[in-house]
């Protein structure tokens, strides 16, 4: 599956840069509660991100696999 929002937001590239790259944060800005990053730190290649989530009182588990980052432009998951 391939998803690809867009939206426009008053905010600088940098600190959107800063949200993308920073898994543990993800909570703050999407409708999921951060279970785990492993390995720990920055989003990079190989990771893996544990997220849940909820819906009319049933939560559900959503991975997602880091597969590349291209500084400052990409953030790809798998």
Do not use: H
Request: glycine share 8%; hydrophobic share 40%; proline share 5%.
């Amino acid at each position: 599956m391939y998803v690809c929002p867009a939206d426009t937001i008053a905010a600088s590239a940098n600190v959107i840069w800063s949200l993308l790259t920073d898994p543990a944060s993800y909570d703050t800005w999407a409708d999921a509660r951060v279970e785990a990053v492993d390995p720990p730190g920055r989003a990079k290649a190989g990771q893996v991100v544990r997220m849940s989530s909820g819906f009319l009182g049933l939560r559900f588990g959503v991975r997602f696999d880091v597969e590349r980052v291209d500084e400052g432009t990409r953030v790809q998951y798998g």
